[in-house]
Nanobody, 125 residues
Framework: QVQLVESGGGLVQAGGSLRLSCAAS????????MGWFRQAPGKEREFVAA???????YYADSVKGRFTISRDNAKNTVTLQMNSLKPEDTAVYYC???????????????????WGQGTQVTVSS
């Protein structure tokens, strides 16, 4: 049984930082592209960042230069370091896993097989 469990969300002031983590179990982690998506109230879920099984990274334009995604295949974890947070970053953040995704597929939520339950990030102005 595959499980993705996010942690690290919370409330932070604009300009602050948060670090999200996702612990994966039940899958061959090193063969999976891991992504972060987010969904704000009344909006569709959108791509934030992904790191492929070959350690290529992908970012949405809105977070490029502020967020950094990384993975630890020994610990089956993926991390999203979020700096210079803005109120518009407020959303529920979801971890997702998709087998051997790359390129455009790594940015598409429909390509991911497994999802976590989400963690709330709130950025106050």
């Amino acid at each position: 049984q595959v499980q993705l469990v996010e942690s690290g969300g919370g409330l932070v002031q604009a300009g602050g930082s948060l670090r999200l983590s996702c612990a994966a179990s039940g899958l061959t982690f090193r063969s999976y592209t891991m992504g972060w998506f987010r969904q704000a109230p009344g909006k569709e879920r959108e791509f934030v960042a992904a790191i492929s099984w070959t350690i290529s990274t992908y970012y949405a334009d809105s977070v490029k230069g502020r967020f950094t995604i990384s993975r630890d295949n020994a610990k089956n974890t993926v991390t999203l370091q979020m700096n210079s947070l803005k109120p518009e970053d407020t959303a529920v953040y979801y971890c997702a896993g998709g087998s051997t995704l790359s390129g455009g597929a790594a940015r598409s939520l429909n390509e991911y097989d497994y999802w976590g339950q989400g963690t709330q990030v709130t950025v106050s102005s």
